[in-house]
């Protein structure tokens, strides 16, 4: 036993030491002589444009990639040391607001990057949500993310009689028009939404506030509160399939059938809609959708909104600020990369030199030839900016809970509300919080 | 001889040139943050005892407190009984079980996993709609209806708990086993001539002797029990959700410090948190050598 | 494979357990005794279950797990784990732990008995506030001093590095406790005095004599400090950033927010990676690992 014992702990030393030895040597090469740019994100999908910029300019691009919910905790103390830390990193929505005001990202409005030039020729919300406090362009963004609502055509035709966009998005084009068309869903057997999430972005479209306003107070609007009945009501009705967003049923439900357990029986349903933005085509429906493809179209909801977008910037403590720039340059000012980008993708630009030439002739195989640009440049006028504020990915969190709490029947509506208000408080001491 | 005295400084130095570096100053300086409302980045204002004021009126301190109490303590019964019964068929001289190793390692088994794969795979397992386990118990016709294991505070804290059970009572059961087999054969011999039943011989012999021990995986048990923190990270949102049922001490510690930015707030929970626990030591320490006393020998 | 093999060779192993215990007291079998048996294989297969769960849904596709349970493999093993590869190095993880635990314990092993022997054979001023002090500061819990730590981590720049997860290894108060009890009982004075009039000098002293007399003990302790040093989740979520340095249990949770959690599959066989080795090395390793627990809680 003790002979045994002391070869296998030698062996897992001697494994342990020289695999070790192995990766400092690997990450120290790495890291300092063949990388020329490092670049964090918290998807996949620049990986296309670095192997363009990489063959364009002959440098060495690493890319490393943090899950969305662990980005902003696993960024700050990178960016606040500056060990370890890359020279472009990219900024959701989500988190966009403190990042910009809290100087990680180079003054853009000055000398050599000039990027005040450069306003008119972006969808005006996007270039202003780049700007801190001061009105310095921080980040740029490439895209603008106005959403609507995908739903499969095969479906809309037998259960709604039409498969037009324009139509289909006249019926919905209310809550309550909503929960008409699932109705008619759910006597055919189809689950309207993958589950009571979804349609939380309408709700808040109609009277869109900030969650903090510029006193330091927190907004819950009415339409925010109505939404707790709107999700209650889809759940009870059983107009949903209960699959989360981004959970694997979710993305299993885009293409075929799923099962759902629900009053002790068992039944196979299909989801009729996905309600997500521009990004939502190119990076979630055409990379989990198989059988389907062409089945699809896309239509404006009961009211407009924009989820997401991602924007980047340079590295105010970077060695390579000029490739750096060089960089966040071609992925948002570069015509023909663009061009390339957005036929090929989907994805909807915010420059506008660029899609105001592709825009009348776009039309996507996925979405049976339909003129998604058109569709989405039309939803992105009607978008309201000033509504981003730095507490936003916490509070919708905390906020999301509350709703969960209410649809499940843990808490009335009432209770809910005050512990999502206490909860706020708690995390967030400096708001004032109504006292209800 | 004093020369060679002097030597004891050497042999103690590393530890303590690391020891006042990654221990000492880090807990001093935690303890000065909890005076500040330092947020992780810029200047520690000092701000007097407003942190441990906020901390005594906190009430998701308070629920954090009593949900890592409740989840730690239903653990810790059904460990211990575990743990004891099996101890108890095993040590019964009258069935003499075989295959001990055996059980005893699959029993430990669940312990040596990485707990944040257990989170994983019990998170992916407990799924309402699409977990195994769900699954299997519809197949057997045990339950009708999916149970959302995860979203109903009881169930979600009673997985927790049956989960650290899953992964302890098999290191319990070892120690246990470790002092049942330092009791002497005399006592048990001396019982089965008195026509002590099972039962009597395990309550009046077995248990009493074994007090130390047991106060030991108590001891161990509730510092680990009070630190829990990665089960109800993992398995929920990382809010401690459903209805804060899984928000225990140091994961609200982690969420107001690395989350939200309140550094300084954070590190007065830190201190609450040591407070708490060196009253509940304090508690059972007392118990211990209170009792050791009267206790007739062991080691 | 290798995950396949692990349990093939534990059920077979637990079958020709049964048998053994089914057929050799054939003599007498009591009825109580058959039900205490079956208790226990009932007890044992809920241990495993969990992990057979996993091993079967790791070969099985996304959406064969969705549409319902079984325990026959599937055949998706090759796409889960190409899926799975595609975002996520596990093996990166394994050697990072790995190399963080070896370290970790050769620190904590050699200089916890370098202290203890300090503390057990000289008399110097001091002595006894000192370790007293180190025993009350036993009774500190790890997260008290975590934001403080970080801001250490932080103003001396190592952050993102394996020097905080591995050099406080080497003041390790619970091990220096344990080490020295232990050689108190064991080496006597006069060996060193000894080995003193030899003309040994007082490290070598430590190095020929001390050490191999701790040997056991510091083999006991050496099995918690791997085993609590391969599960340490708090401390490299916090320090480390960069994801091609995280450790394995950091990298599990990461699996979670990433888009591996798209396919359960792949997410099974990840968490199936992370567990087998473990398992196959306890295979061997049970009987030490057991003895060592009792002995630590004992010697307590």
Known sequence: MKRKLSIFLVSILLVGLFAGCSSDSKTSGNGKKDVDLRIWSFTDELKKPIKTFEEKNGVKVELTIVPIADYPTKLKPVLESGVGAPDVFTGEIAFLKQWVDAGYWENLSEKPYNADKLSDKYVPYVFDLGKDKDGDVRALSWQTTPGGIYYKRSIAKEVLGTDDPTQVGEMMSSMDKVFEVADKMKAKGYSMFPDEGAIRWFTQGDNPQPWVNDKNELQLTDEKMEYMDYSKKLRNNQYTALAPEWSPSWFEGMDKPIKVKEGGKEKETQVFSYVLPTWGLHSVLKTNVKESVGDWAVTSGPSPYFWGGTWLGVYNKSDNKELAYKFVKMMTQDDEFLTSWSKETGDVLSYLPVTETIKDDFSDKFLGGQNNYQFFLDQSTKITPGIVTKYDQQLDTLYGNAVQQYVTGKKSKKEAIKEFYQKAHNAYPDIKVPKK | MKNINRYGYFFIAPFWLVFLVFSIYPVALTFYYSFTNYTGSGEAQLVGLANYKRLLTDTYFVEAFFNTWKIWGVNFALQMGLALILAMIFSDMRIKLKGIAFFRSIFYLPNLITISSVALLFGILLDWQHGSLNMMLMKLGIISDPINWLNEPTSAQLSVSLILTWMWFGHSFIVVMAGVSGISKDYYEAALIDGANRWQTFSKITIPLLKPILLYIMITSLIGGLQLFDLPMLLTDGIGSPDGSLNTMVLYLYNQAFKYNNYGYAAAVAYGLFVITLIFSAFIFKGMYGKERKQPRQV | ?300
Request: net charge positive.
């Open chain 3, 1 to 300: 494979m290798i995950g396949k093999t692990a349990v093939d060779n534990s059920l077979s192993n637990s079958v020709q357990k049964k048998s053994v215990i089914e057929t050799k007291p054939k003599r007498k079998i009591s009825i109580p005794k058959l039900l205490i048996y079956a208790l226990l294989i009932a007890m044992a297969i809920v241990c495993f279950i969990p992990f057979l769960m996993m091993l079967v849904n790791a070969t099985r596709s996304n959406e064969a797990i969705l549409s319902g349970f079984t325990l026959i493999p599937g055949s998706a093993l090759v796409e889960n784990y190409q899926t799975m590869m595609s975002y996520i190095n596990i093996w990166a993880g394994f050697k990072n732990s790995l190399f963080i635990s070896v370290l970790v314990t050769l620190l904590s092993g050699y200089f916890s008995a370098l202290t203890a022997y300090g503390f057990a054979f000289y008399v110097f001023k001091g002595k006894n506030a000192m370790f007293v002090f180190m025993l009350v500061m036993m009774m500190v819990p790890g997260q008290l001093g975590l934001i403080g730590f970080y801001e250490l981590c932080k103003n001396l720049g190592i952050l993102d590095t394996y020097i905080p997860l591995i050099i406080p290894a080497a003041a390790s108060p619970f091990v220096v406790f344990f080490l020295r009890q232990y050689i108190l009982t064991t080496l006597h004075p006069s060996l060193i005095e000894a080995a003193r009039i030899d003309g040994a000098s007082e490290f070598k002293i430590f190095h020929t004599i001390a050490i191999p007399i701790m040997m056991p003990a510091i083999a006991t302790m050496s099995i918690f400090t791997f085993i609590g040093s391969w599960n340490n989740y708090i401390m490299p979520l916090v320090v480390l950033f960069s994801p091609e340095k995280f450790t394995l249990p950091v990298l599990m949770g990461f699996l979670k927010g990433s888009q591996v959690a798209q396919n359960l599959g792949s997410m099974y066989l990840g968490i199936a990676i992370s567990v087998v080795p473990i398992m196959v090395a306890f295979l061997f390793l049970s009987k030490y690992i057991v003895n060592s627990i009792s002995a630590g809680s004992i010697k307590e």
